[in-house]
């Protein structure tokens, strides 16, 4: 749970729910107030189970934002398509996008790997060494265990902004604010179909490229906090099911819309609602011209509009029907 945030779609499957069993958010929900009954419910200002990261208020008064993924061979990955240095970079990834959803950044870096016998190991670790270099954190610790399946652990800590901006939330939403989509969707399931179906290319494609080594949007999500979003999310589990978190969770409908360059280039329009594991923010915002223009400054690529928040009680639309079910959840 990294602020009980799945770590995204199995990339051994085509993704979709699982029939069946208690999903994930319900068995979080168990979890967390269990955790709150023995004394674990967070402090006033803090944040705990059930956005993209926890916020804690440490003994000196100073804040730090937490987050921590699982990849697992089978589920999230796939040994078969995915090299050692592949599936690190992934980890650690998948761990900071938590952090860029909130509009802020990783400092520190802790990775934990179940190893099976012959697993190279140190490429691995050589992954997730590139990944952190290119976010700029520092792995710092972890642990070691041998074990029959491959799972990889990472825990990414970053200071709260000093700057007096609040953190990202999912809950932060009104309705009349404009949502948007920080780059193009689908392209990781569409490397997945491609990867399945052994016509993968090398170099590798855009798709591949983007399931195999995922980028973290750690700079959009820093200037859309300054640039005053109110709300986001990372793309996990699909931009459907993300979006419909982000609605949930600040009480308010939407009213999406496809457009031009939001399914990426090689995908479907299925893909791009339900695949999941792009690691793009959908963001909300009341600014949506600062939030533009800010990108441009910064030399980000302009943000896709993804329609606009509504009142709760018009529900949640895509171009004008109800948005169709899918995306990714575990079951039990």
């Given amino acids: ?15 979709g729910l699982r029939p069946g069993g208690d999903d994930e ?3 979080i929900e168990r979890l967390r107030e269990r955790f709150e009954a023995h004394g674990g419910a967070v402090a006033p200002g803090d944040l705990g189970i059930g956005d993209d990261a926890a916020v804690v208020t440490l003994p000196d008064g100073g804040q730090v934002v937490l987050a921590t993924d699982l990849v697992v061979d089978g589920v999230h990955v796939d040994r078969g398509v995915s090299a050692p240095e592949d599936i690190g970079w992934k980890a650690l990834m998948v761990t900071v996008s938590d952090l860029a959803a909130m509009g802020t950044a990783p400092d520190y870096a802790l990775l934990s790997v179940v190893v099976p016998a012959g697993f190279p190991v140190e490429r691995l670790a050589e ?12 792995v710092v610790g972890g642990d070691l265990s041998g074990g029959d399946v491959l799972v990889v652990s990472v825990t990414a800590v970053g200071a709260v902004p000093d700057d007096g901006l609040p953190l990202l939330r999912r809950s932060g939403a009104a309705p009349g604010d404009h949502l948007f989509a920080t780059g193009p969707v689908g392209g990781s399931a569409a490397g997945l179909r491609l990867l399945g179906s052994g016509r993968a290319a090398a170099p590798p494609e855009g798709p591949i490229i983007s399931q195999l080594r995922p980028v973290a949007r750690v700079a959009e999500g820093r200037v859309a906090r300054r640039a005053g979003a109110s709300a986001a999310i990372d793309v996990s589990d699909g931009l459907g099911v993300d979006a419909v978190h982000l609605a ?5 409908g939407l009213a999406l819309v496809v457009v031009d360059g939001l399914v990426a280039e090689g995908a479907t329009r299925l893909e791009a609602l339900t695949g999941g594991e792009d690691y793009e923010l959908v963001v909300a915002t009341p600014h949506p ?4 223009e800010a990108f441009g400054r910064n030399g980000l ?32």
């Fill in 301 to 332: 690529r302009t943000p896709l509009r993804l329609g606009r928040c509504v009142e709760p009680g018009r529900g949640i639309t895509l171009d004008g029907d109800p948005l169709p079910a899918g995306g990714w959840s575990h079951r039990w």
């Fill in 1 to 15: 749970m990294a602020g009980a945030d799945p770590a995204g779609p199995p990339s051994s499957s085509s993704g």
């Fill in 248 to 252: 949930e969770a600040s009480g308010v």
């Fill in 289 to 292: 011209d600062r939030l533009i």
């Fill in 25 to 27: 958010f319900t068995v």
């Fill in 127 to 138: 992954g997730v060494a590139q990944a952190a270099e290119a976010v700029g954190c520092r």
